[in-house]
């Protein structure tokens, strides 16, 4: 692993370069700062550019949400959300005759993903014993707690639904420190309670051959993954073979003590790598 202080360091030995979103281009309410110089520079150079987020939602409402914050469609090549990822694959299915998860979902989330699906024919059910499957999105609000939502999954096991859990994971963090569950804190509790769980984006291999398609690239050694989980961003570029760069001010925030752009100390840094089994290629404070 090598401590660098930003992109600039190790950008010219890549084309191709897959960004986080929550924790490493934005914090669910601006821009970090210096995202939008960093990537305009990127884009200078000729690089290809996507962002690859667990986001449980369209990749189309992201597009809306990044031109907010001044990320504009000019400044990367696609988004490819989870949400995007769940949404092809039951449009497969549906295809199929709905084989694989039957046509009635129990849906557990907030009301601004409830449209997850829209589009396409499945029905959307209050009861989970009307149900053939449950779809997980996340929780209703900030300060949320698993608590919020155990009701509908414990209904939802009572009735063996297998859960669709649109975003694996587990935490994002404000820039002000403060950490908001996810989707898959409530993945976990059901495959706990002996629930069958089926995950849709990273770290999983297949929004990472998605990525690859999109990008129409053929050599894995020119393509780099930036974000800021361990489970999900850098675990995932691992196991598919490609390089990553972690970013320390993001989900570490708390452990690590740093904000976003502060260097973390590096003996924290390798403690955490360590007690994952998991080594980035390079550790950065900020893009």
């Not at 489970?231 to 993001?250: M, R, V, Y």
Request: net charge negative.
């Amino acid at each position: 692993m090598q401590f660098v202080n930003s992109l600039k360091d190790f950008s010219a030995k890549y084309d191709y370069f897959i960004f986080d979103l929550w924790g490493v281009i934005h914090d669910g309410e601006k821009a970090y700062d210096g995202v939008l110089e960093a990537i305009s520079l990127l884009r200078s150079q000729g690089k290809k550019i996507c962002f690859l987020s667990n986001a449980p939602r369209r990749a189309s409402k992201v597009v809306d949400v990044l031109a907010s914050y001044g990320i504009t469609r000019n400044l990367y090549d696609f988004i490819l959300t989870s949400g995007e990822a769940t949404f092809h694959d039951f449009e497969k299915n549906q295809k199929n005759n709905f084989q694989d998860f039957g046509k009635k979902y129990f849906y557990i989330g907030p009301k601004k993903d409830i449209d997850l699906l829209d589009g396409l024919q499945y029905v959307m059910v209050d009861k989970a014993s009307d149900a053939n499957v449950a779809i997980a999105t996340g929780f209703d609000h900030q300060y949320s707690t698993l608590e919020e939502k155990l009701s509908q999954i414990h209904e939802a096991l009572q009735n063996n639904l297998p859960l669709i859990c649109v975003n694996p994971d587990l935490i994002v963090v404000k820039q002000d420190g403060h950490e908001m569950i996810c989707a898959g804190v409530m993945a976990a509790e059901y495959e706990k309670m002996q629930g069958k769980v089926f995950y849709y984006g990273k770290p999983y291999s297949a929004v990472y051959k998605m990525t690859l398609e999109l990008f129409n690239c053929k050599d894995k050694q020119k393509i780099i993954a930036i974000g800021d989980g361990m489970e999900t961003d850098i675990k995932g570029a691992a196991d598919f073979g490609i390089d990553s760069a972690l970013l320390t001010g993001g989900i570490l925030c708390n452990k690590l003590g740093v904000k976003y752009g502060q260097a973390a100390d590096e003996n924290k840094v390798r403690e955490i790598c360590e007690s994952y089994e998991i080594f980035p290629q390079y550790i950065i404070p900020n893009l």
